[in-house]
Every structure is written in C-alpha cells, then in structure tokens.
C-alpha cells in the first residue's frame, strides 16, 4: 500500500495547483476585443499565411487595427468576407475566388524519363539536378511537392501523370503555386473552366520527341475561339481568362489534346 | 553576514550558472539580442526563481520528507515550477502587456529553463536554510541576468560592426559566448 502516499501527494499538489491557477486565470483574465473571436472564427482555421499575416488570428488581428483590408483570405469565400467586413463595420472587398490548375497533362512514367533518378523524392531537389528527371523540361516532375504543400489536402498524386487538383477542395490559397519548382500551377477563375495542360516552350519537333500531349504551338485554338481569348506566345498556347467565354471550342479543336477541362 | 556575502559573490562570479555550470544557455542566446529584453527575461527569471525555490524548499521540508518520499522531488518541483511560470504569464498579460509580448516564447520556456530546477535542488542537495537558499536563489538570478546583460550589450555592439558574412548573428555569439566562459575562469578557484 505504499503507493498511495506518493499518489495522494502529487494528485493533491496538482488539484491545489490547478485550483490556484484556475482562481488565478479568473483574477487576471484579460478583456479581449469581443470582435477577435469573432473574426478568427470565420476564417478558415488553416494558418496557411496566404493573406501575408502569420496565420488566421494573426489577420484577424491586423483586421482590428484596422492595418489591413478584408479579402485578403484566398481561402475563405465571398460570404466569409462580407460576413467579416459586416461585424468590422467596413467594406467588403471581394473579388473573384480562384482555383489552381496544373499546367502539364502529359506522360511522365519511366518510358519518359531521362535516366535513373535516384535522388531525394522531392520535384525540388529533381530539379536541381539538370532541371529533373523528366525528358520535357517544362514538365511535371510527379513527386508531389505540391501534395505535400497544399494545406487543404486538395491535391492528390496520380502515378505516371501529373497529380489531380480536387476543385471542390481548393480555396486558391497559391501556396503550390509558389511551392512548385517548375511553375507549372497558376491561378484561374473559378467560373473558367477551360485551360492549357502544358507549358512548354519548345518548338514542336521537341515537344513531339518527349511527349505525346504537349502543346506544339500550332494555333488551331487561337482561330477557333469565338472570342479571341487565345493566342499563340513562344510556342505556347496562352489563354487570356478576361476574354475566355467558356465555350469549349478551343478543347475539341486541340489536335493534341492539351487543352483540358478542370474537374 | 560574512558568510552570506560570500555566497552571494560565489554563485554570482565564481559558480556562475550560465558561465560555469552550463545552465540556462537556451535563453541565454535566444534573448540576448537587446539589452531591455535581456534585462526584462533576467528579472522574470529571477522573480521565477525566487518562488520556486522557496516553495520547492518548504514543500520538501513539510511534506517530502515527513512522508519519505523524497524521491518525488523532481516530478513535484517540476509541477511547483510548471504552475508558478504559469501564474507569472498571467500576471504579466494583465499587468505588463509590453513586457509579455518582448518576452514572447522564451517566457513559458522559463518552465523548462533548467536553472531553475537546477536551483531548487542544489538546495536541498547542499543543505541550505530558508535564509542561505533565499541568497543562494538570488545569486543564481542574479548572475544569470548579468550573463544576459553582459551577453545582449556586446551583440548590440556585433550588430553595427563588420563581421564576416558567414559569422553573422549566431555564430559570432557562440564564439563570443565562449570567450566570456573564459573570461570567467578566472574567478574559478576562489573562496
């Protein structure tokens, strides 16, 4: 029966402890902006750093102040910020929420690497070596850097191709943007559903050596596209989202199928 | 009062914590940037200090060791230290916002500051009374706070000069913080 002395003591050490820090708490508790919580409920909770603050109650803090405009939250959508700008009593800034795209749709299994790569597994670290173990040098290099970033879990790995972006997922916070080595994912409208899955800047000849669904700069696109929203530049289809009608002409006229719908 | 003195100059000097014994080195580089802070974290570790030793004393002297469970003594003035840094934070949100937000992280890590634990136990270790562990935490504060004032006012200095690139911050305090330890080897010895 020794052990209970032992566990008496400390287990009433911690209650009279815990009691005195409770009491204490109540003594010194300190009056918060009511607004604070408020606000840091509304936003997402993810700290992803994307508005430039240090996470969520970090901008939540400057919106008090009043050092900052709302909309700056990527990750939270148009009601989140009216509502937020409602209980700040200043106008809502909101603007057209975004979703990622991966600008590469092409083959990159082993039957198009360059050689064995046996690095670490990171798109980072690939890229360093010669610019990636990938034939296309503009191309993805399927380790999933980005997965990895995403702080919303809206990317996935797909073997042998690019990985997938979960739309419903994204909240367009742009951190794989900055994450990804071959800046290969961009920022598009949300209501846009049309874009050009490659980035190559290479002439044709090269691009039809490393890949079978890379952009070869032949313009079909451009003269389809019943607003003029494409246009040819080094090589490369460009899509000008200001104009895109979301008509889809440029996706069945694509020869090689590069231009792609998102899901 | 010969004697109390001498502890006072020995844990300050001779035994210096930081510079001698090798204690409380985490915050000893991470707040020596400027003096005001520096300063702030020494007394804020030295308020610390003081509580936690008492009430560590008094708790081994009126409930450890009439129920012979000295060998509880870590785990119970982790707990008396745990709660105190904690009473203190309080303290300070409420009464010095300031100082709260310049010690930021380092002031919950007062907790595992190891001088502190250090303290009480020597305490109990050297046998000290209420009055010689009063002086004995004292000097243990004290002499930490002059480590960090010492420490901060020549990084303040290290900032304006012109020092190698690959030395910047860092690791010219590491250098500088070892030619001080030697600096302090000469006190060694003295009783």
Redesign the interface.
Not at chain 1, 52 to 69: D, E, H, M, Q
């Given at each position: 029966m020794t052990f209970i002395i032992p566990l008496g003591v400390l287990g009433l050490l911690g209650l009279a402890m815990g009691i005195g820090l409770g009491l204490a708490s109540k003594k010194f508790a300190v009056q918060t902006d009511p607004r604070l919580a408020a606000v840091i409920d509304l936003l997402p909770g993810a700290n992803c750093g994307a508005c430039g603050f240090p996470g969520c109650s970090g901008y939540a803090r400057a919106l008090i102040s009043g050092n900052t405009k709302s909309g700056l939250c990527p990750a939270s959508g148009e009601e989140t910020t009216r509502k937020i700008a409602e209980i700040l009593g200043i106008a809502a800034d909101v603007s057209q929420k975004k979703v990622a795209v991966i600008k590469c749709g092409g083959d990159i299994s082993s039957k198009r690497h360059k050689g064995a790569y046996e690095g670490a597994k990171t798109c980072l670290s690939s890229s360093l070596v010669g610019g990636g173990h990938i034939m296309c040098d503009y191309g993805c290099l399927g380790f999933g850097d980005c997965v990895s970033a995403c702080p919303f879990g809206a990317i996935e790995n797909k073997s042998g191709k690019p990985p997938e972006i979960n739309t419903e997922k994204c909240t367009g916070c742009g951190i794989c943007v900055k994450t990804c080595p071959k800046n290969l994912i961009e920022l598009i409208p949300s209501n846009k559903y049309y874009y050009v899955a490659c980035s190559s800047k290479d002439k044709a000849k090269i691009v039809k050596q490393v890949c079978d669904s890379g952009c070869i700069g032949c313009g079909i696109c451009a003269r389809k596209c019943p607003n003029q929203a494409l246009s040819i530049e080094n090589n490369l289809s460009k899509m000008d989202y200001e104009k895109c009608l979301n008509a889809g002409e440029c996706l069945k006229a694509c020869p090689k199928k590069c231009i792609k719908t998102r899901k | 009062m010969k004697e109390i003195l001498l502890i006072l100059l020995g844990t300050i000097f001779v035994n210096n914590f930081v510079f001698a014994r090798f204690l409380g080195t985490c915050p000893y580089i991470g707040v020596s940037k400027k003096t005001s802070d520096s300063l702030s974290m020494g007394i804020a570790v030295l308020f610390v200090l003081i509580l936690a030793s008492v009430t560590s004393w008094y708790?081994h002297y009126f409930?450890?060791v009439p129920?012979k469970?000295e060998y509880?003594q870590t785990?119970?003035f982790i707990?008396?230290i745990a709660?105190l840094v904690?009473?203190v934070e309080?303290?300070l949100?409420?009464t010095s916002?300031g100082l709260y937000n310049a010690l930021g992280i380092y002031l919950p890590l007062i907790t595992t500051n190891c001088i502190i634990l250090a303290v009480a136990i020597l305490n109990i270790r050297q046998e000290h009374n209420i009055i010689i562990t009063l002086i004995f935490t004292l000097g243990a504060g004290l002499g930490f706070t002059l480590a960090l004032v010492l420490m901060s006012a020549i990084r303040e200095r290290l900032e304006l000069s012109d020092i190698p690139e690959s030395l910047k911050s860092e690791p010219i305090a590491f250098l500088t913080a070892g030619l001080i330890a030697i600096a302090f080897l000469g006190f060694s010895g003295i009783n």
């Amino acid at each position: 029966m020794t052990f209970i002395i032992p566990l008496g003591v400390l287990g009433l050490l911690g209650l009279a402890m815990g009691i005195g820090l409770g009491l204490a708490s109540k003594k010194f508790a300190v009056q918060t902006d009511p607004r604070l919580a408020a606000v840091i409920d509304l936003l997402p909770g993810a700290n992803c750093g994307a508005c430039g603050f240090p996470g969520c109650s970090g901008y939540a803090r400057a919106l008090i102040s009043g050092n900052t405009k709302s909309g700056l939250c990527p990750a939270s959508g148009e009601e989140t910020t009216r509502k937020i700008a409602e209980i700040l009593g200043i106008a809502a800034d909101v603007s057209q929420k975004k979703v990622a795209v991966i600008k590469c749709g092409g083959d990159i299994s082993s039957k198009r690497h360059k050689g064995a790569y046996e690095g670490a597994k990171t798109c980072l670290s690939s890229s360093l070596v010669g610019g990636g173990h990938i034939m296309c040098d503009y191309g993805c290099l399927g380790f999933g850097d980005c997965v990895s970033a995403c702080p919303f879990g809206a990317i996935e790995n797909k073997s042998g191709k690019p990985p997938e972006i979960n739309t419903e997922k994204c909240t367009g916070c742009g951190i794989c943007v900055k994450t990804c080595p071959k800046n290969l994912i961009e920022l598009i409208p949300s209501n846009k559903y049309y874009y050009v899955a490659c980035s190559s800047k290479d002439k044709a000849k090269i691009v039809k050596q490393v890949c079978d669904s890379g952009c070869i700069g032949c313009g079909i696109c451009a003269r389809k596209c019943p607003n003029q929203a494409l246009s040819i530049e080094n090589n490369l289809s460009k899509m000008d989202y200001e104009k895109c009608l979301n008509a889809g002409e440029c996706l069945k006229a694509c020869p090689k199928k590069c231009i792609k719908t998102r899901k | 009062m010969k004697e109390i003195l001498l502890i006072l100059l020995g844990t300050i000097f001779v035994n210096n914590f930081v510079f001698a014994r090798f204690l409380g080195t985490c915050p000893y580089i991470g707040v020596s940037k400027k003096t005001s802070d520096s300063l702030s974290m020494g007394i804020a570790v030295l308020f610390v200090l003081i509580l936690a030793s008492v009430t560590s004393w008094y708790i081994h002297y009126f409930l450890l060791v009439p129920l012979k469970i000295e060998y509880l003594q870590t785990i119970v003035f982790i707990l008396v230290i745990a709660s105190l840094v904690q009473l203190v934070e309080m303290f300070l949100l409420k009464t010095s916002p300031g100082l709260y937000n310049a010690l930021g992280i380092y002031l919950p890590l007062i907790t595992t500051n190891c001088i502190i634990l250090a303290v009480a136990i020597l305490n109990i270790r050297q046998e000290h009374n209420i009055i010689i562990t009063l002086i004995f935490t004292l000097g243990a504060g004290l002499g930490f706070t002059l480590a960090l004032v010492l420490m901060s006012a020549i990084r303040e200095r290290l900032e304006l000069s012109d020092i190698p690139e690959s030395l910047k911050s860092e690791p010219i305090a590491f250098l500088t913080a070892g030619l001080i330890a030697i600096a302090f080897l000469g006190f060694s010895g003295i009783n």
